[in-house]
């Protein structure tokens, strides 16, 4: 009898840890297998474009809330990012300049995850030939979404989904600083600078306080 008490004093707590780790997943292993970015050298013209691991995935409501990290030059950089989890299907092209009504308002967040995000915005600064002049925001980062994709990404399902993001730049028009591309197949997330021009800018953006 006492062991069948036991069992099922068990049951609640196996539940509640079962359905506490179906809300975030653990993705990727040692710090020593994550992927090495290459920045590339310093005031190149050549677009960075930078991949990193997905390393935890958070599910909410109606986001995914994930921690992404690589490895620069055997230092660990990264940040965390959340993204609707239902984002409407686009019409499968780029574009330079889209029409404020045409995006998706707030539909990715960036959040600095401490001395990895700073040591990001360090190696960004240093490779954009510029000097940061605070570490990563401590405010979120909000961006506007124009999706790539043909199809709705549901990033409850494993796929690959592509996205340009915008921040505001005129009243009516916006334009793109950011391509996204998120594999959940493989677990990696890469960040594509659209424009060189835009380097000091999107500096200032991720260092705001």
């Known amino acids: 009898m006492k062991y069948i008490a036991l069992s099922l004093l068990l049951i609640p707590f196996v539940f509640l840890t079962s359905c506490q780790s179906n809300q975030t997943a653990k993705t990727a292993g040692t710090e020593s ?8 050298q310093a005031s190149d ?31 660990t950089v990264g940040f965390q990012i959340e993204i609707d989890a239902n984002i409407p299907a686009g019409t499968g092209t780029t574009s330079d300049v889209i029409l404020k009504d045409t ?19 360090d190696a960004l600064a240093t490779r954009f030939g510029l000097t940061p002049s605070k570490s990563f925001a401590t405010q979120a980062v909000h961006a506007s979404v124009f999706p790539l994709n043909t199809e709705v990404a549901i990033l409850d ?9 915008y921040f505001p730049e005129a009243e009516n028009t ?9 594999n959940t197949n493989d677990n990696k997330l890469e960040l594509k600078e659209v424009d060189a021009e ?10 705001q306080q």
């Not at 297998?33 to 590339?40: A, P, R, S, Y």
């Not at 995006?103 to 915005?121: D, P």
């Not at 916006?174 to 998120?182: D, E, G, H, R, V």
């Not at 835009?198 to 260092?207: G, T």
């Open 33 to 40: 297998d994550l992927t090495e970015v290459n920045f590339g």
């Open 45 to 75: 013209t050549a677009l960075v474009d930078l991949t990193f691991d997905i390393i935890e995935d958070t599910k909410t409501d109606s986001t995914h809330i994930y921690t992404v990290q690589a490895l620069n030059n055997s230092e």
């Open 103 to 121: 995006l998706i308002a707030n539909a990715i967040t960036f959040r600095s995850i401490g001395e990895n995000s700073n040591a990001l915005l």
């Open 157 to 165: 399902n494993l796929g690959e989904y592509s996205f340009q993001l």
């Open 174 to 182: 916006y334009a793109p600083m950011l391509n996204l591309k998120i």
């Open 198 to 207: 835009n380097r000091a800018k999107l500096i200032e953006l991720f260092s």
